[in-house]
T-cell receptor, first 114, second 114 residues
Framework: AQTVTQSQPEMSVQEAETVTLSCTYD???????LFWYKQPPSRQMILVIR??????QNATENRFSVNFQKAAKSFSLKISDSQLGDTAMYFC???????????FGQGTRLTINP | DAGVTQSPTHLIKTRGQHVTLRCSPI?????VSWYQQVLGQGPQFIFQ???????GRGNFPDRFSARQFPNYSSELNVNALLLGDSALYLC?????????????FGPGTRLTVT
């Protein structure tokens, strides 16, 4: 079975702090892609960051970075210098290479407080 | 360029009725996928269509069907609506059949079944 587990239903931090969201996944495949999506109250699902499983180097996009541990099947998201606009639901997801179906976790509700 | 668009934004239906949801992909994108997001959960894959053919199907009953038109827009149809069909329905488009997960989501249609 292909599953994604996000163990933190809710998190809350102060503006400018650093926050890390956890994600573990399960698949028997070796080639896949991992993602973090952000879904603000507007409902639009926005891609935050993408990681190819064959790459050892962790992906980085401005204030967002990941810690990818393939052997542990762990894929956490770190948000540095958090901003009020980062308040949203965050979903971890993966897709098998050669497939289109994204498998999502249950999400983590992140609140950035002023 | 316009992103993925979906219509209607909101919809209220009664149990047993039929509903049609519409999606227009990003210009040049030939693949459309549909996801169901029940409140408090991550999206679940329903269908993928590419070049007007069904290329993937999730674990949904036959009451759910879809099609893709020559202009690559898509419709999702749900028959004999149940209360449990109440959800946010997301459409995602991508350039090719397998895009390494580079799927772009629309704002969704909120369906409420009473």
């Amino acid at each position: 079975a292909q599953t994604v587990t996000q163990s933190q239903p809710e998190m809350s931090v102060q503006e400018a702090e650093t926050v890390t969201l956890s994600c573990t996944y399960d698949t028997s495949e070796n080639n896949y892609y991992l993602f973090w999506y952000k879904q603000p109250p507007s409902r639009q699902m926005i891609l935050v960051i993408r990681q190819e499983a064959y790459k050892q180097q962790n992906a980085t996009e401005n204030r967002f970075s990941v810690n990818f541990q393939k052997a542990a099947k762990s894929f956490s998201l770190k948000i540095s210098d958090s901003q009020l606009g980062d308040t949203a639901m965050y979903f971890c997801a993966f897709v098998i290479q050669g497939a289109q179906k994204l498998v999502f976790g249950q999400g983590t509700r992140l609140t950035i407080n002023p | 360029d316009a992103g993925v668009t979906q219509s209607p934004t909101h919809l209220i239906k009664t149990r047993g009725q039929h509903v049609t949801l519409r999606c227009s992909p990003i210009s040049g994108h030939k693949s459309v996928s549909w996801y169901q997001q029940v409140l408090g959960q991550g999206p679940q894959f329903i269908f993928q269509y590419y070049e007007k053919e069904e290329r993937g199907r999730g674990n949904f009953p036959d009451r759910f069907s879809a099609r893709q038109f020559p202009n690559y827009s898509s419709e999702l149809n749900v028959n004999a609506l149940l209360l449990g069909d109440s959800a946010l329905y997301l459409c995602a488009s991508s350039l090719g059949i397998y895009s390494g997960g580079e799927q772009y989501f629309g704002p969704g249609t909120r369906l409420t079944v009473t």
